[in-house]
């Protein structure tokens, strides 16, 4: 089965390791990792699409994910969710489940045939990405890293974001 795993991964974090494990264990063969609104950078979306790119492959590396089970796809913003859904339908590999815990792509897909995954994070790890984000804009390097990825953290120490 291929699943597909839409977010923004700004940054991705050890919640989305943990919903790409959680599919790997629900007998995922193959995961197309959407990234979403790939051209965005404001102070919600600091790495752009690249970057989201190179974490996201080091945290795999760091995980012993194989590459062949994952292909990483921008999924850009539309005006409407029904342009969204349509790019993803007829853009993307075709997938048979879809792993959100966002309840707007949840919706999107609920209409559809396709099985929705809503990974349920397990960890006491703080995963907000908005979180992070407000720690590593105030220097509070040591709660951030507990949220993410040593790859992760190496790379944001070595690259900063795109709008500092």
Known sequence: MTYL?????????????DAIQQCLDAGAQHIIIGIGSPDLID?????????????????LD????????????PIPDFDT???????????????????????????IFDSCPHTILDPELESDIDTHATQIRAWLTHKEYKKAQESLPSSVRKYIQTHGRDNE
Do not use: C
């Open 43 to 59: 102070s919600s979306n600091p790495w752009t699409l690249q970057q989201r790119i190179d974490m996201l492959q080091a945290a």
């Open 81 to 107: 969710d029904q342009e969204w859904y349509d790019f993803i339908i007829d853009e993307l590999p075709a997938f048979d489940v879809v792993v959100s815990g966002n309840e707007r792509v949840q919706d």
């Open 5 to 17: 795993y839409i977010w923004r991964f700004q940054p991705f974090h050890l919640g989305h390791m």
């Open 62 to 73: 760091e995980y012993h994910i194989p590459t062949k089970t994952v292909t990483i796809e």
